[in-house]
């Protein structure tokens, strides 16, 4: 089984920048996809960034040149540094990590792991 740790979420002004880290238990790690997808109160579960086992990014629409997504294979980590953040940004932010199972970037049957979740609060 894998395990999933995210941390990094905060509360911070519009405009400002966060960096969440999501760290894997595991060194096959390597091998998976892996994505970050957030929930706000009410509306569904979106995905955000998704990076495949080429290295290939994917970005949703509302996140597109102000979040970069990326992992450090030595520390087995996922990273997403969110910059120009604004307040429809505020959400818990969950990473996600899938194996061999491939249904697109933003599709969750990608993904059987999951963190817990990290909120990230955005005033204006």
């Known amino acids: 089984q894998v395990q999933l740790v995210e941390s990094g979420g905060d509360s911070v002004q519009a405009g400002g920048s966060l960096r969440l880290s999501c760290v894997v238990s595991?060194?096959?790690?390597?091998?998976?996809?892996m994505a970050w997808f957030r929930q706000s109160p009410g509306k569904n579960r979106e995905g955000v960034a998704s990076i495949d086992a080429t290295g290939s990014t994917f970005y949703g629409d509302s996140v597109k040149g102000r979040f970069t997504i990326s992992k450090d294979k030595a520390k087995n980590t996922l990273y997403l540094q969110m910059n120009s953040l604004k307040p429809e940004d505020t959400a818990v932010y969950y990473c996600?990590?899938?194996?061999?199972?491939?249904?697109?970037?933003?599709?969750?049957?990608?993904?059987?792991?999951w963190g817990q979740g990290t909120q990230v609060t955005v005033s204006s």
């Open positions: 996600a990590a899938g194996a061999s199972s491939w249904y697109g970037p933003f599709s969750s049957r990608s993904y059987p792991n």
């Open positions: 595991r060194a096959t790690y390597r091998s998976n996809h």
